[in-house]
């Protein structure tokens, strides 16, 4: 079926990817080990690899958007969309754990499961924005169930330090000044997070560069009742289509998650990638992607085909088929996605295929992927008004 080619080519095999729930994961360093790390790990500036980059060749964050729209009834038709010409905006994706690999930690090759993920996740945002992508040395799938934590906390330094390098490089070569929508799932979340944390949340001059940041899969956390506190100091949530310098997260399900699930409770699962061990006093941050404002609101998940028989495009929208809001029960807070199609509606179905600890965590971006671009979009135009 459709989602489940989506499933496996872009985020790895279901057995791969149920060694990350684990989570046996010490992501915080000792200050000792974060100098080490940081000498060991870091790439120099002009060893930067680029999986995309504007005007680069086969750059797969400018693939065609071309999409064959299915809707209940089944019938067809065709969307159309072209990356935006000379846009005022950069995006800075970071891949989700991708790599199988045999080693610890990645190298800087370009390969095809970065290059998928890559597609899926990143290149419908080059309707608004130059899509930057670094490779790094992100931890891979092979190691984790048998990685201690020390070992652990040595592979997540030296993916960020290589990640960190990059982002030097980028600002100090490329970026120009320009706005910047960050973008990150899963691994690259945590990633994306620590990036944010130590180099955006803190500096003025950068978090006023900062047009929004799509963080899935993370555990971004907030002071309980408030929205901002916990995993970033100024750094907001979203909380309606006219505002910047903000983020938009959370992590799918079908249901309430269980109470030892990966995502959506502080201080466990994903949130130790990053570092983020606190539990009192914090919850995890839900912004509803179709309502920004809260309440409940239509999807637009858009799913790369990858070649799907009777669907040429590389693209498939299925509308009117998920809803969601944002709920909170006990300690846990998610992204309520439910199926409103009818029996009749033979459209693939998302499903829960690594389980309830997992949720839809791998469709987080795509379930969404519509309603994140637009979003970006109305934020970008609040951005100009707001700067010009």
Same mark, same amino acid.
């Given at each position: 079926?459709?989602?489940?080619?989506? =499933?496996?080519?872009?985020?790895?095999?279901?057995?791969?990817?149920?060694?990350?729930?684990?989570?046996?994961?010490?992501?915080?360093?000792?200050?000792? $080990?974060?100098?080490?790390?940081?000498?060991?790990?870091?790439?120099?500036?002009?060893?930067? &690899?680029?999986?995309?980059?504007?005007?680069?060749?086969?750059?797969?964050?400018?693939?065609?958007? +071309?999409?064959?729209?299915?809707?209940?009834?089944?019938?067809? *038709? *065709?969307?159309?969309?072209?990356?935006?010409?000379?846009?005022?905006?950069?995006?800075?994706?970071?891949?989700? +754990?991708?790599?199988?690999?045999? /080693?610890?930690?990645?190298?800087? =090759?370009?390969?095809?499961?970065?290059?998928?993920?890559?597609?899926?996740?990143?290149?419908?945002?080059?309707?608004?924005?130059? &899509?930057?992508?670094?490779?790094?040395?992100?931890?891979?799938?092979?190691?984790?169930?048998?990685?201690?934590?020390?070992?652990?906390?040595?592979?997540?330094?030296?993916?960020?330090?290589?990640?960190?390098?990059?982002?030097?490089?980028?600002?100090?070569?490329?970026?120009?000044?320009?706005?910047?929508?960050?973008?990150?799932?899963?691994?690259?979340?945590?990633?994306?997070?620590?990036?944010?944390?130590?180099?955006?949340?803190?500096?003025?001059?950068? =978090?006023?560069?900062?047009?929004?940041?799509?963080?899935?899969?993370?555990?971004? *956390?907030?002071?309980?009742?408030?929205?901002?506190?916990?995993?970033?100091?100024?750094?907001?949530?979203?909380?309606?289509?006219?505002?910047?310098?903000?983020?938009?997260?959370?992590?799918?399900?079908? *249901?309430?998650?269980?109470?030892?699930? !990966?995502?959506?409770?502080?201080?466990?699962?994903?949130?130790?990638?990053?570092?983020?061990?606190?539990?009192?006093?914090?919850?995890?941050?839900?912004?509803?992607?179709?309502?920004?404002?809260?309440?409940?609101? $239509? !999807?637009?998940?858009?799913?790369?085909?990858?070649?799907?028989?009777?669907?040429?495009?590389?693209?498939?929208?299925?509308?009117?088929?998920?809803?969601? /809001?944002?709920?909170?029960?006990?300690?846990?807070?998610?992204?309520?996605?439910?199926?409103?199609? /009818?029996?009749?509606?033979?459209?693939?179905?998302?499903?829960?295929?690594?389980?309830?600890?997992?949720?839809?965590?791998?469709?987080?971006?795509?379930?969404?992927?519509?309603? !994140?671009?637009?979003?970006?979009?109305?934020?970008?135009?609040?951005?100009?008004?707001?700067?010009?």
């Amino acid at each position: 079926m459709l989602l489940d080619d989506y =499933r496996v080519a872009v985020l790895g095999s279901s057995r791969m990817r149920k060694r990350i729930g684990s989570f046996a994961l010490v992501a915080a360093l000792a200050a000792g $080990a974060l100098l080490i790390l940081g000498v060991a790990g870091a790439s120099s500036a002009s060893s930067t &690899v680029w999986l995309c980059r504007p005007g680069a060749s086969a750059d797969p964050c400018a693939a065609s958007l +071309t999409t064959t729209v299915i809707t209940a009834s089944g019938a067809r *038709t *065709t969307q159309t969309a072209t990356d935006a010409s000379n846009p005022k905006f950069d995006c800075f994706y970071i891949y989700p +754990t991708v790599s199988s690999e045999t /080693s610890a930690n990645a190298d800087l =090759r370009i390969q095809p499961a970065e290059q998928d993920a890559a597609e899926a996740q990143a290149s419908r945002f080059s309707q608004l924005c130059r &899509v930057w992508a670094p490779m790094d040395r992100q931890k891979t799938l092979s190691p984790l169930v048998v990685s201690s934590p020390a070992a652990t906390a040595k592979q997540e330094g030296i993916a960020y330090a290589s990640l960190l390098a990059a982002w030097q490089d980028y600002l100090a070569h490329d970026n120009d000044g320009r706005p910047i929508i960050f973008l990150g799932h899963s691994q690259g979340a945590a990633m994306l997070i620590r990036l944010l944390a130590s180099q955006v949340d803190r500096n003025a001059t950068l =978090r006023s560069r900062m047009v929004s940041a799509i963080i899935l899969g993370g555990n971004v *956390t907030v002071a309980t009742g408030r929205t901002v506190g916990g995993t970033f100091a100024n750094i907001p949530a979203c909380t309606s289509a006219t505002q910047t310098g903000c983020v938009i997260a959370y992590s799918s399900f079908p *249901t309430k998650p269980p109470s030892d699930g !990966l995502f959506g409770i502080p201080g466990q699962g994903v949130s130790i990638q990053s570092g983020q061990r606190a539990t009192n006093g914090v919850s995890v941050l839900c912004v509803n992607p179709a309502s920004l404002a809260g309440g409940s609101g $239509a !999807l637009q998940p858009y799913f790369p085909t990858s070649g799907t028989t009777g669907v040429s495009t590389p693209w498939v929208l299925f509308p009117s088929l998920y809803t969601a /809001s944002c709920e909170h029960s006990g300690d846990e807070t998610w992204l309520q996605v439910n199926d409103i199609g /009818s029996k009749s509606d033979k459209r693939p179905r998302i499903t829960e295929a690594d389980g309830p600890l997992w949720g839809y965590h791998t469709y987080d971006v795509n379930i969404a992927l519509g309603n !994140l671009v637009a979003d970006v979009g109305d934020e970008e135009s609040a951005y100009l008004r707001a700067h010009h």
